[in-house]
Structures are given as structure tokens and as C-alpha cells.
């Protein structure tokens, strides 16, 4: 059956990820560590009973704390052992949440806590890092546009749902409860309307948002899909706006060809949403790349969120179709084209580590996080 075939594919693609360095984010091409790409594909990774794996998050881990910025921000890409020219880059927020969740993760997976113990200034200054992004003074972290996991496209800015999806979950962790308690309300416009971010007639929330002029807000109106789904996940929404989203992604079809589209609707040429600079990127095309093309490793995500509301039988249905997408192409594509599924990419690792997650969180009929 594809499940089951996915399923032991995905390990052999994670294997193939794992160097002497950390966990690279493809075996091709991406042969580098990305600090999102391998704490979310450890999320299932490490629910395998594989040495070689712990050991591989380990080194993974190490590196991100070695090459942590002066000021406390984690790299997005640590590129130093392919033949390309030596980098580590940064300019993102979300890398540095991730890997918070990460740490933590490594901690309760493998009962562990040598590195919480080893690293314990690090995960502040991350934290102070994170808190300094929050030049509003409200609480919520801010960020430039492309500064999270979609680098090109779109173009969002100021409060972001993704990055406060994460933070969330990242001041639980670390028992800073009355902060996350406040930013859960923040959210949901319990404190203020004009950080409200749930749209109450569309039923989801709004991917960023920003300040308000004359009662007008800065803000973009498509449906982000990682964003709502980690809201899902991770409880920042409640029982109602969860199920509410999980309604909008069946309605509008964007659980298909196969879970999920990135966004919806595709942001077209001549909408206010265009920037020039997108017509060099792969995202140019509707359907494409981040423009509401499938990324399977979203597609893990949504499952999730099915089995938290224990849909199961959605969940399988949408198992089955996550699988296929998975063994399309050379296995473990990066996206799939929206429409027509055509693969593109392969050996993707996080991809791999969702599948896993989504495997086994079904099989236990609970989420396994």
C-alpha cells in the first residue's frame, strides 16, 4: 500500500539527509542545515527508534547554538561543507523559534536534557532576541517581509500569523505561561480589536496585519495555510475557529490535488498583493512553488489538525493522498504544482519527517507532539 510505502520511504530519505554535520534539508541541491527544515523534520524523525538519528539531531542542534548570532537570533541556513561558497546566513524569525520547539523536543523525545542543561544562555538570549522584535511595544514579535519560511513570496510584514502561531507554543515550553496566555488572547482580539487577527466571516485568520490608519488596517486577506494550520496545532485557536478553518480547506478544495496548497486564492499579476520583484521567482506562476502550489510537509500539518479533532477518517482519506503525493517524481518532492500535481524537487527531509508524524499520530489517534 502507498501508506506503508511512504512511510518506510521516508526513512530512507531522512537517512539520506543525515550528514557528519547535522541534518541537511534535501540530499540534493539543499545540502545544507536549515534551522526550520530540520527541527520540523525531526518532529517525526524522532519518533523513530534509530540511533543514527538522535545522534543526527544532536549534531544538528550543536550547530545551530555554535553559529547563534551575536545579538541571539538563530542562522536560517548554516552552509559550510558543500563546495558553494561558505555562508550562514540569517534575516528570518521563525528559524530562531523552531528552534526553540526543537530543543525541547530533543529533551523529551530521548529524555535528554543535556543540551537544555549545556545551552541554557542560548535559549535566552533567543528569547530576549524574539522579544526585541516587538517594536510595538504589544507583546507580539514583528518582522520584515520574506523573513519567515516563505523567503520570496509573499509579501508580509509587522504581526505575522506563522511567527505568533510558533512563539506560542515557544513561551509555553519554556514556562513563560502568562506571556503566552496574553499573546493568545492578543491574537484572537480579547485585548484589542485592532490586533484581532481571526476574520470572523471567512472563518480563518488573516495571514499578517499591521497598523491601523482611521479604522484601515494594513493587511492581506488570502488563507495562509501553514499559519492557520500551526494555530490549529499548536492550540493558539480554539475549538470553533479550528474547526471553522479546517471547514474552509474542504469548501475551497485546497486540501486538493493533494494536501496542502500554500495559499488561497494564488496571488495574481495586478492585485494589490503584487510585488515586481516576484516575477523572478518561481512563484510568478499561479499554482507554483508558494503561490498555491502543494507542499506536502503542510500537507502533514493539516492532518494533524484532522486527528486533534478527530476526524479520522479524513485523516486517512487525507493520509492516502498525502502518501501519493509523496511517492511522486523521485520521492519526496519538494511542491507539487496545484492543479495538475506535477512534482518538482526531491528528497525533500522535512516532508519525509511530516509524513512520519502524520503516520504515526493516526495510527495512536492522537497528536504525537
Given at each position: 500500500?502507498?501508506?506503508?510505502?511512504?512511510?518506510?520511504?521516508?526513512?530512507?530519505?531522512?537517512?539520506?539527509?543525515?550528514?557528519?554535520?547535522?541534518?541537511?534539508?534535501?540530499?540534493?541541491?539543499?545540502?545544507?542545515?536549515?534551522?526550520?527544515?530540520s527541527m520540523i523534520t525531526f518532529?517525526?524523525?524522532?519518533?523513530?527508534?534509530?540511533?543514527?538519528?538522535?545522534?543526527?539531531?544532536?549534531?544538528?542542534?550543536?550547530?545551530?547554538?555554535?553559529?547563534?548570532?551575536?545579538?541571539?537570533?538563530?542562522?536560517?541556513?548554516?552552509?559550510?561543507?558543500?563546495?558553494?561558497?561558505?555562508?550562514?546566513?540569517?534575516?528570518?524569525?521563525?528559524?530562531?523559534?523552531?528552534?526553540?520547539?526543537?530543543?525541547?523536543?530533543?529533551?523529551?523525545?530521548?529524555?535528554?536534557?543535556?543540551?537544555?542543561?549545556?545551552?541554557?544562555?542560548?535559549?535566552?538570549?533567543?528569547?530576549?532576541?524574539?522579544?526585541?522584535?516587538?517594536?510595538?511595544?504589544?507583546?507580539?514579535?514583528?518582522?520584515?517581509?520574506?523573513?519567515?519560511?516563505?523567503?520570496?513570496?509573499?509579501?508580509?510584514?509587522?504581526?505575522?500569523?506563522?511567527?505568533?502561531?510558533?512563539?506560542?507554543?515557544?513561551?509555553?515550553?519554556?514556562?513563560?505561561?502568562?506571556?503566552?496566555?496574553?499573546?493568545?488572547?492578543?491574537?484572537?482580539?480579547?485585548?484589542?480589536?485592532?490586533?484581532?487577527?481571526?476574520?470572523?466571516?471567512?472563518?480563518?485568520?488573516?495571514?499578517?496585519?499591521?497598523?491601523?490608519?482611521?479604522?484601515?488596517?494594513?493587511?492581506g486577506h488570502w488563507f495562509d495555510?501553514?499559519?492557520?494550520?500551526?494555530?490549529?496545532?499548536?492550540?493558539?485557536?480554539?475549538?470553533?475557529?479550528?474547526?471553522?478553518?479546517?471547514?474552509?480547506?474542504?469548501?475551497?478544495?485546497?486540501?486538493?490535488?493533494?494536501?496542502?496548497?500554500?495559499?488561497?486564492?494564488?496571488?495574481?499579476?495586478?492585485?494589490?498583493?503584487?510585488?515586481?520583484?516576484?516575477?523572478?521567482?518561481?512563484?510568478?506562476?499561479?499554482?507554483?512553488y508558494l503561490n498555491g502550489g502543494?507542499?506536502?510537509?503542510?500537507?502533514?500539518?493539516?492532518?494533524?489538525?484532522?486527528?486533534?479533532?478527530?476526524?479520522?477518517?479524513?485523516?486517512?482519506?487525507?493520509?492516502?493522498?498525502?502518501?501519493?503525493?509523496?511517492?511522486?517524481?523521485?520521492?519526496?518532492?519538494?511542491?507539487?504544482?496545484?492543479?495538475?500535481?506535477?512534482?518538482?524537487?526531491?528528497?525533500?527531509?522535512?516532508?519525509?519527517?511530516?509524513?512520519?508524524?502524520?503516520?504515526?499520530?493516526?495510527?495512536?489517534?492522537?497528536?504525537?507532539?
Open positions: 500500500m502507498d501508506k506503508e510505502k511512504a512511510y518506510h520511504k521516508s526513512i530512507e530519505v531522512i537517512s539520506k539527509c543525515c550528514s557528519k554535520n547535522g541534518l541537511y534539508a534535501s540530499a540534493y541541491g539543499y545540502t545544507a542545515i536549515w534551522a526550520r527544515d518532529l517525526g524523525a524522532s519518533l523513530i527508534d534509530y540511533k543514527p538519528f538522535e545522534e543526527c539531531f544532536k549534531k544538528t542542534l550543536i550547530n545551530l547554538n555554535k553559529y547563534q548570532g551575536k545579538l541571539g537570533e538563530i542562522p536560517n541556513n548554516i552552509d559550510l561543507w558543500s563546495k558553494r561558497k561558505k555562508k550562514v546566513t540569517f534575516a528570518s524569525i521563525d528559524s530562531s523559534l523552531w528552534y526553540i520547539i526543537g530543543m525541547y523536543l530533543y529533551a523529551k523525545r530521548y529524555k535528554d536534557k543535556s543540551l537544555l542543561r549545556k545551552y541554557k544562555k542560548n535559549i535566552k538570549r533567543v528569547l530576549l532576541w524574539i522579544r526585541y522584535q516587538d517594536a510595538g511595544k504589544d507583546s507580539l514579535p514583528e518582522q520584515q517581509p520574506t523573513t519567515d519560511w516563505q523567503d520570496a513570496f509573499p509579501h508580509k510584514y509587522g504581526h505575522v500569523l506563522n511567527t505568533q502561531a510558533l512563539y506560542y507554543p515557544c513561551l509555553k515550553l519554556t514556562k513563560k505561561k502568562f506571556l503566552a496566555f496574553k499573546i493568545k488572547n492578543i491574537v484572537n482580539g480579547k485585548i484589542r480589536r485592532d490586533l484581532d487577527f481571526f476574520d470572523h466571516k471567512k472563518g480563518y485568520y488573516l495571514p499578517w496585519l499591521w497598523k491601523s490608519h482611521d479604522g484601515i488596517r494594513e493587511e495555510s501553514l499559519g492557520n494550520l500551526l494555530a490549529v496545532v499548536f492550540g493558539l485557536a480554539n475549538e470553533k475557529k479550528s474547526k471553522r478553518i479546517l471547514d474552509y480547506i474542504k469548501k475551497k478544495k485546497i486540501n486538493n490535488p493533494y494536501p496542502v496548497k500554500a495559499l488561497h486564492p494564488p496571488i495574481r499579476k495586478g492585485t494589490i498583493y503584487w510585488k515586481k520583484y516576484f516575477e523572478k521567482c518561481d512563484a510568478k506562476l499561479p499554482y507554483h502543494v507542499w506536502p510537509y503542510i500537507g502533514g500539518f493539516y492532518i494533524l489538525a484532522l486527528i486533534k479533532y478527530r476526524r479520522f477518517k479524513e485523516a486517512e482519506k487525507e493520509l492516502k493522498k498525502l502518501a501519493q503525493a509523496c511517492l511522486k517524481g523521485k520521492t519526496f518532492p519538494e511542491w507539487l504544482d496545484g492543479r495538475t500535481g506535477k512534482p518538482y524537487g526531491k528528497y525533500q527531509a522535512w516532508n519525509a519527517g511530516m509524513y512520519i508524524l502524520a503516520y504515526e499520530s493516526l495510527k495512536k489517534k492522537r497528536v504525537l507532539l
